[in-house]
């Protein structure tokens, strides 16, 4: 982190021209290299076909953003205007936390149940494939663009540009 903005630091006193200044800002992001921009946790309810009980399981999904896909020409800067596009954020790692199944809700109101391996692992495929099927409903990837836009430009900002464009593009 520490050198990231010591990169942006040279950029601004150095007197370097626009496209030394581009190379010097796309090295300094490239350093972060695939930046972990957003890590949560999460919980879901599943319901098993022909059963009256509702389970609820948690997960951690970890995003990053591969920064070493910039180059010189995903960046431009004119006086105090910068403008960056920079790849889109992917899910690098999606965990459902097996010790976390817990039966929320029974229909039959039966005071003990007994969750049997098979059962568990069943609920656990069926969780997995809720889960990625609604990824898009959770907005994680739209939660990363905007923690990494905050990010850059808090840091831009604070070196002296007044207008910061930051996009995210397919790669």
Known sequence: MYRFISFLLLILFAGCDSESQREKLANALKDLQDFIILETSTSGIIRP?????????????????????????????????????????????????????????????????????KMKKELLIKADTQFKNNIDTLKILSKAEENLTRFLSGHLKALGFTQISIRFNDR
């Not at 960046?75 to 205007?81: A, D, G, Q, R, S």
């Open 49 to 117: 076909l022909n059963q009256s009980k509702l389970w609820c399981i948690e997960s951690t999904i970890l995003v990053r953003i591969n920064l070493q896909k910039l180059d010189t020409t995903d960046i431009t800067i004119h006086k105090k205007k910068v403008n960056i596009i920079v790849p889109k954020p992917y899910i690098s790692s999606f965990d459902l936390n097996p010790n976390s199944l817990a039966l929320t809700y029974n229909e039959n109101d039966k005071a003990s149940f007994l969750l049997t391996e």
